[in-house]
């Protein structure tokens, strides 16, 4: 039988990593389908990506946090992902932490992205401490959530190399394209 995983994507950004992820659906490498996508920030561009895609998206309010989401919202937003028959999470640049009721909900069924090797460099602009640190090689993590943040265990890691005149920016955007690369996980 051919069983497509149900996504939910959450993101607060640019959307390039819920991009990838349709793009490798259409082009039938991903067995799964986006069955919602949530973000905090009312003009993300993973929002005008979802309606391109015509995938079900909607502004979820964060409220008054500035790192989380009020618990009342947390709430609607597993009533949310549930109606939609979510089975796993994937946090593509979603910038809020995440408490119980989601991990309640979705236990060892929330992944994220993170732009370094974990565990070194957690937090926020990993890139930008990578390059501080004057490390050769940097990357990105695909983990489950656990409740401490980062802790969760790694289900892939892919590597890119730092050169010397590397920028910030320059060395965001290699980290990226190893994020959106569909074979260095396999
Ligand atoms: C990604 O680089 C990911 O590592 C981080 O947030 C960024 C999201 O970018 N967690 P985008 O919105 O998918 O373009």
Request: aromatic letters at 8%; glycine letters at 8%.
């Amino acid at each position: 039988m051919n069983k497509r995983l149900k996504l939910g994507v959450l993101g607060s950004g640019k959307g390039s990593n819920f991009k990838a992820i349709m793009e490798r659906i259409i082009d039938g490498k991903l067995p799964a389908e986006v069955r919602l996508v949530i973000s905090d920030v009312p003009d993300a561009g993973i929002l005008s990506y979802a309606r391109d895609f015509q995938v079900p998206a909607l502004f979820v309010n964060p409220g008054k946090f500035g790192t989380g989401l009020e618990t009342e919202v947390e709430q609607d937003i597993v009533r949310l992902l549930q109606e939609a028959g979510v089975e796993l999470v994937v946090l593509a640049g979603f910038m809020r932490v995440l408490k119980e009721p989601l991990l309640k909900a979705f236990p060892k069924s929330i992944i994220n992205i993170h732009p370094s090797l974990l565990p070194k460099y957690k937090g926020l602009e990993a890139w930008k401490q990578v390059l501080e640190a004057g490390e050769k090689v940097t990357g990105c993590t695909v983990h489950y959530l656990e409740a401490a943040v980062y802790a969760g265990n790694i289900l892939g890691q892919s590597k890119s190399e730092i050169m010397p005149d590397d920028t910030p920016a320059y060395l965001h955007a290699c980290v990226q394209n190893t994020e959106q690369d569909p074979f260095p996980y396999m």
